[in-house]
């Protein structure tokens, strides 16, 4: 699935297995199985489910997420979320009540005075 400027709905109901890429935003309301990456951000929706590893700029998990995500600005885990897997990002916020069973690693950059 190739995804464009504009925003991209996996509806419920619906089910993808296969790599999503592409510079526009993704909301995954459905179910999406395999490799996601996308320049622009993803939302998982409460009901939404995802099984893959994500290369995405900002992500925000209110559904099921299982994979290892390397985002390049911020992860969003909120209160509804079940989160399995690695989170490599410079932010990452996980609000109170959330799921979460993996590791972080926030690569912010060191200042040279440190």
Known sequence: ???TEASCIV?????????????????????????ISL???MTIAP???VVADLQI?????????????DASDRVKISPSAVVTGDIKAPRIVIDEGAHFQGSIEMDVPVP???
């Open 1 to 3: 699935l190739k995804v």
């Open 11 to 35: 509806s419920s109901g619906i089910e993808i297995r296969g790599n999503v890429s592409g510079s526009g935003s993704l909301i995954v309301e459905g179910k999406v199985e395999g490799a």
């Open 39 to 41: 320049e622009d951000d």
């Open 47 to 49: 009901n939404g489910t």
């Open 57 to 69: 700029r900002d992500l925000t998990i209110n559904g099921t997420m299982s994979g290892n995500v």
């Open 112 to 114: 040279d005075n440190l």
